[in-house]
Nanobody, 124 residues
Framework: QVQLVESGGGLVQAGGSLRLSCAAS????????MGWFRQAPGKGREFVAT????????SYEDSAKGRFTISRDNAKNTVYLQMNSLKPEDTAVYYC?????????????????WGQGTQVTVSS
């Protein structure tokens, strides 16, 4: 089993920045590919970013490219999502996810473990 705990969400003005963190426990973190997803009110969960076990491969949803950066620190068992130039449409609950594989999946059904989510609200 893997436990994931997100933090770092909050209220920010448009154009501002936030850094989300996701701390993992229960399994060797360096064996886990990690992803970030989000769910806005009334919408389905959507992919934001993913990172491979080594951190050497990352992938982003189109609207996140150039604004968001996913990274990981295997020594701290933590994955991060740095979000810059935030827009009101980025408002959502952000979820961290993990799966025991090397490559970094983009679909939520490929992940086995999920955090409880952290709210991000961007005001205009």
């Amino acid at each position: 089993q893997v436990q994931l705990v997100e933090s770092g969400g909050g209220l920010v003005q448009a154009g501002g920045s936030l850094r989300l963190s996701c701390a993992a426990s229960g399994r060797t973190f360096s064996s886990l590919a990690m992803g970030w997803f989000r769910q806005a009110p009334g919408k389905g969960r959507e992919f934001v970013a993913t990172i491979s076990v080594s951190g050497g491969y990352t992938s982003y949803e189109d609207s996140a490219k150039g604004r968001f950066t996913i990274s990981r620190d295997n020594a701290k068992n933590t994955v991060y999502l740095q979000m810059n130039s935030l827009k009101p449409e980025d408002t959502a609950v952000y979820y961290c996810a993990a799966v025991n594989r090397i490559r970094a999946p983009k679909f939520d059904y490929e992940y086995d473990y999920w955090g409880q989510g952290t709210q991000v609200t961007v005001s205009s």
